[in-house]
């Protein structure tokens, strides 16, 4: 798929055998990759390249469930094998930043089924509904660099009349290979909340991305008062950082709140969690913990280690050394060896550059 063809005319937009629309020239840049097959899963799809991986179960993750359109979820449970509670935690702390990414880019997923309308530079798909909220995609080429685009997401409640409010943007330089790039995302969930009364979000995400020619995908991930759900959670302001090798490994830092095991009550700890998975060896993970029942100034330090089978405790060749984490949710902690970090947007990107 090539960025360089230039889509003036509503003839360069075809609907494919996936029922999107894609317009020459824009491939490579879509928010929402319909298209990617993931070496680690055997079907295609997924919200690529912004979500945070964590650890992969042999059993559950063979059978992985399509991504759902909505509602959108606060967490995708658990499931499969009886895993340590620190890697449950570390999953959830990632489901719930994917769960924000998925308001955002199922809406998107959506409207790519719908013909869009082009003038110039730019695509349009919609408006159209999608749940409680009426939707707008804008894909934008920029000008002064090759294969550089600004995209952004507005929407409205179904039957408004009102005006647009942007919701979700982003940026990307695509990269020499489909699928590849860098650039950066921000998410406004109080707007899309505002817009699609289905939306559980609050507060915002800022994604710094970058996705190597070589398969390696780095994630800077800022959370701002957010948290998946307003009924469920307080919200959180946190750092997070990922770097995936290809299908060969997974370097994480996660913050969330959990209740650890053999603390006094059910008082919720704020836990930072580093986490390592290599392929066919097994999963570490570092946590300290602050709050909750851990008194003032204390921080506890606990951590876990398990095989590929992700039940039998011991810590295989690459995972015997640990990686203390970074007890303070904001602090730049990013994975030992992770290559240089993408920026992260200072704001929600507005479509057109900025």
């Given amino acids: 798929m090539s960025a360089g063809v230039s889509c003036s005319s509503t003839e360069n937009c075809r609907l494919d055998s996936s029922g999107s629309y894609v317009c020459a020239g824009f491939a490579s840049a879509y928010p929402y990759d319909y298209a990617y097959v993931d070496p680690l899963y055997a079907g295609a799809g997924g919200y690529y390249p912004y979500t945070i991986d964590t650890y992969y179960e042999p059993l559950a993750d063979s059978t992985i469930a399509p991504l759902r359109a909505a509602p959108v979820p606060v967490a995708d449970p658990v499931t499969g094998n009886d895993v340590p509670v620190l890697l449950t935690e570390a999953r959830r702390a990632a489901d719930a930043v994917n769960a924000g990414v ?77 699928r590849r790039g860098r650039g950066g995302l921000g998410i406004d969930c109080d707007a899309l909340a505002a817009a699609n009364a289905s939306v559980t979000c609050r507060g915002s995400l800022l994604i710094g991305f970058a996705h190597t020619d070589a398969g390696d995908k780095i994630l800077n991930v800022g959370l701002r008062a957010y948290t998946p759900d307003a009924a469920a959670s307080m919200p959180l302001d946190a750092a997070m950082f990922a770097w ?47 709050g909750g029942d851990i008194p003032e100034g204390q921080v506890t330090i606990v951590d876990t280690c398990v095989a590929a089978d992700l039940t039998t405790p011991t810590c295989a060749r690459g995972l015997q050394t640990a990686a203390p984490a970074n007890p303070d949710p904001i602090a730049s902690d990013p994975p030992t060896g992770m290559p240089e970090t993408p920026e992260m947007p200072t704001a929600m990107p507005d479509g057109n550059g900025g």
């Fill in 244 to 290: 995936r090798q290809d299908d060969r490994a997974n370097h994480v830092r996660l913050v969330g709140r959990a209740n650890l095991s053999g603390t006094a009550s059910p008082a919720l700890e704020l836990v930072a969690l580093k986490l390592t998975w290599l392929k066919d060896a097994g999963v570490r993970v570092d946590a300290a913990a602050t």
């Fill in 102 to 178: 998925r308001a955002a880019l199922d809406p998107i997923r959506a409207l790519q089924s719908t013909p869009p309308a082009q003038t110039g530079d730019s695509v349009v798909y919609g408006p159209a509904g999608f749940d409680a909220g009426s939707y707008q995609l804008t894909l934008t080429r920029l000008a002064g660099s090759e294969g550089r685009f600004g995209w952004k997401l507005e929407a409205r409640p179904v039957g408004s009349a009102g005006s647009f409010a942007r919701v979700a943007g982003g940026l990307i330089q695509v990269g020499g290979l489909p």
